[in-house]
């Protein structure tokens, strides 16, 4: 079984705080991404990798970066913590043939 | 820009009802669709849908797509209280997955 884990579950931060959510997948996958999940608007990708040191803006990069130094672990930092960054932020991965996306249990991010 | 829709937004049910959840998209290379089930953690995979009328089926719970009409249905029959959820759609385009709202199902006893 594919197991996408993820630093921590709940995570209360000031604003303006640098926060570093990390995601770790054990299946060598090469596809690693970042999204966020908010009421009303569903999930929307934030980044994503293709493979090691590569990455790629999804569709709401502002206020973040990532970093893949390695296959298995992918970063997303927030440089400096925003109180409309407070969300749930989902890590998931996905290799070879198939596009199932597996999702680690999500990050409960609250800014204050 | 890609976009896919869920309709209805939200359903309330009987249990042993059944109910179909709708997914649209407008996309740029299309490669698959996909649906996932929501609780309170991180979404489950249901199904991956590529081809046009072939109807995948796990229990209760069916997925067909039309390549023609750019849509998907979830079909749930008999619904069981365990069946409340989000259900989530997401079509991949150039391996990135575009998702929709979802919908909110909620089964009453």
């Known amino acids: 079984d594919v197991k996408v884990t993820q630093s921590s579950r709940y995570l209360v931060k000031r604003t303006g705080e640098k926060v570093f959510l990390e995601c770790v997948q054990d299946m060598d996958h090469e596809n690693m991404f970042w999204y966020r999940q908010d009421p009303g608007l569903g999930l929307r990708l934030i980044y994503f990798s293709y493979d090691v040191k590569m990455k790629e803006k999804g569709d709401i990069p502002e206020g973040y970066s990532v970093s893949r130094e390695k296959k298995e672990r992918f970063s997303l930092i927030l440089e400096s913590a925003s109180t409309n960054q407070t969300s749930m932020y989902l890590c998931?991965?996905?290799?070879?043939?198939?596009?199932?996306?597996?999702f680690g249990p999500g990050t409960r991010l609250t800014v204050t | 820009e890609d976009k896919v829709v869920q309709s209805p937004l939200s359903l309330v049910v009987h249990e042993g009802d059944t109910v179909t959840l709708n997914c649209s998209y407008e996309?740029?290379?299309?490669?698959?669709l996909l649906w996932y089930k929501q609780e309170k953690k991180a979404p489950t995979f249901l199904f991956m849908l590529?081809?046009?009328?072939i109807e995948k089926k796990s229990g209760r719970l069916s997925s067909i797509l039309d390549k023609k009409e750019l849509s998907s249905i979830l079909n749930i029959t008999a619904t069981q209280t365990g069946d409340s959820a989000i259900y989530l759609c997401a079509v991949d385009s150039n391996y990135k997955l575009t998702f929709g709202k979802g919908t909110l199902l909620t089964v009453n006893p």
């Open positions: 590529t081809s046009s009328g």
């Open positions: 998931a991965s996905t290799g070879g043939e198939t596009y199932e996306q597996y």
């Open positions: 996309v740029t290379n299309f490669r698959s």
